[in-house]
């Protein structure tokens, strides 16, 4: 039985092609890991306040939240989630002047 002349390059093509994708791989995992590290790497304040906010012209549960939530791993929804329970509210809608319970964190116990 004659073997094709192809058979060397066929093989080579398919080590290529193997060795390509093993380098892809290789890539991907630590482009995920470095960013895996990076995230649980990252130090987050460790203690929790709570603290009467009054409600000024133009502020929104977001805007409260994402400026509480800095130093912190939490989540702009779930803090928006309990700012509502704490202070029994119906919806995200607040005005002027109300004061709120909110919390807050920081890197020193008080």
Known sequence: MKKS???????????GAIITFLLA???FSSIKLTK????NGKEYAKYKYYTSYQVQPGDT???IA????????????????EVMKNNKLSDD????????IIAY?????K
Do not use: F, P, R
């Not at 002349?5 to 080590?15: A, D, I, P």
């Not at 994402?66 to 989630?81: A, C, P, R």
């Not at 809608?93 to 709120?100: D, F």
């Open 66 to 81: 994402q400026e509480h939530i800095k130093d912190s791993n939490v989540s702009t929804s779930d803090y928006i989630d």
């Open 36 to 39: 895996v590290d990076a995230m």
């Open 61 to 63: 549960l977001t805007a």
């Open 93 to 100: 809608k607040i005005t002027s002047g109300k004061k709120l």
């Open 25 to 27: 791989v290789a890539v």
């Open 105 to 109: 964190y920081s890197y020193e116990k």
């Open 5 to 15: 002349g192809n058979t060397k390059s066929e093989k080579k093509l398919v080590y």
